[in-house]
C-alpha cells in the first residue's frame, strides 16, 4: 500500500508561482513512478506530468510545458511540482498519483491517487 498526500495548494495571480508537494508513505515507495494530474470544474481529470523512479526521466502535457517541474527527493518519499508563469486555465484540484508502470501515469491510470489539493488562480 502506498499513500499520498498532497499540500501547497492555493490562491495566486496569474503570473505568479506554487510549488505543490506529495509525501509518500509506506516502504515501496520509491519503487513506484509518480505523477500529477488535475481536474477542472466540469471536465475531465487530465495528466500533466510524471517522473520515473529514479528521477531521470520526465514527461509534461504540452499545456504545462516550460512552466511546471517535477521533482523527487526519493530520501523524503516525497515528489514536487513547481508551477510557474500560473495562468486562470491551471485552476483546477491537483492529484498525485503512484503508478507500478510508469507509462500508465501518461494513459491516465494510476495504482494509487492522493486526495487532491486545490489550485485557484485569478486573473
Known amino acids: 500500500q502506498v499513500q499520498l498526500v498532497e499540500s501547497g495548494g492555493g490562491l495566486v495571480q496569474a503570473g505568479g508561482a506554487l510549488r505543490l508537494s506529495c509525501a509518500a508513505s509506506?516502504?515501496?515507495?520509491?519503487?513506484?513512478?509518480m505523477g500529477w494530474f488535475r481536474q477542472a470544474p466540469g471536465k475531465e481529470r487530465e495528466f500533466v506530468t510524471s517522473?520515473?523512479?529514479?528521477?531521470?526521466?520526465?514527461y509534461y502535457s504540452d499545456s504545462v510545458k516550460g512552466r511546471f517541474t517535477i521533482s523527487r527527493d526519493n530520501a523524503k518519499n516525497t515528489v514536487y511540482l513547481q508551477m510557474n508563469s500560473l495562468e486562470p486555465e491551471d485552476t483546477a484540484v491537483y492529484y498525485c498519483?503512484?503508478?507500478?508502470?510508469?507509462?500508465?501515469?501518461?494513459?491516465?491510470?494510476?495504482?494509487?491517487w492522493g486526495q487532491g489539493t486545490q489550485v485557484t488562480v485569478s486573473s
Open positions: 498519483a503512484a503508478a507500478f508502470v510508469g507509462a500508465n501515469l501518461r494513459s491516465g491510470r494510476s495504482d494509487y
Open positions: 509506506g516502504r515501496t515507495a520509491r519503487s513506484y513512478a
Open positions: 517522473i520515473s523512479r529514479s528521477g531521470g526521466i520526465t
